[in-house]
């Protein structure tokens, strides 16, 4: 199993671009979540989708869309990107909405 | 107000020498409490999972403890392969959307 895949690994992108971030899992988890991660601080959630076809906000969603079509795929997709987006961002996956997440390797995303 | 907090912010300890890390937390109404690991360039790694007051978790040189605002992750015995930022967080809310601490960076020197 790949567990938790995402690409890109890096990015870098100009203010009022737009991208989308792609997740992947490989474990049949109806739970998934897409984080951002900023030094010094703990991980915010941004979306999370307890299964196909149903997504909702999290702590922080502005600026960020979402989509769950499929079990296995979970995009994030920033519209017209801003300084502000400048972070590192995971995607996770778990069985169950109380149970241990499983982490992709990250996004390392700068706005310029 | 919810919030998670860790304590320190960072730990440098010699090879062999044992010490804690804290997470205390104001939620009410403990649902779980979750630590992780994450190393340099990774995400974050599943540990434990402690669910009420005086219940202990042990995984090779870890042990985590949890009382009723607080939670601590015993380090015995460190290896240089230990150090990594060890984060702790709990569910919050209806939809159990987990809130996190900042993380204690531990670097242990050999």
């Not at chain 1, 899992?25 to 989708?49: A, C, E, F, T, V």
């Not at chain 2, 434990?48 to 995984?59: D, M, W």
């Amino acid at each position: 199993n790949a567990g938790v895949t995402q690409t890109p690994k890096f990015r870098i992108l100009k203010i009022g671009q737009s991208m989308t971030l792609q997740c992947t899992q490989d474990m049949n988890h109806n739970y998934m979540y897409w984080y951002r991660q900023d030094p010094g601080m703990g991980l915010k959630l941004i979306y999370y989708s307890v299964g196909a076809g149903i997504t909702d906000k999290g702590e922080v969603p502005n600026g960020y869309n979402v989509s769950r079509s499929t079990t296995e795929d979970f995009p994030l997709r920033l519209e017209l990107a801003a300084p502000s987006q400048t972070s590192v961002y995971f995607c996770a996956s778990s069985r169950g909405i109380s149970y241990e997440q499983y982490f992709g390797p990250g996004t390392r995303l700068t706005v310029t | 107000e919810d919030q998670v907090t860790q304590s320190p912010e960072a730990l440098r300890l010699q090879e062999g020498e044992s010490s804690s890390l804290n997470c205390s937390y104001t939620v009410s109404g403990l649902r779980g409490l979750f630590w992780y690991r994450q190393d340099p360039g990774k995400g974050p790694e599943f540990l434990f999972t402690l669910y009420s007051a005086g219940e202990e978790k042990e995984k090779e040189r870890l042990k985590a403890t949890l009382t009723k605002k607080e939670s601590f992750l015993h380090i015995t015995a460190p290896k240089p392969e230990d150090s990594a930022t060890y984060l702790c967080a709990t569910p919050l809310g209806s939809n159990y959307q987990l809130i996190w601490g900042a993380g204690t960076k531990l670097i242990i020197k050999p």
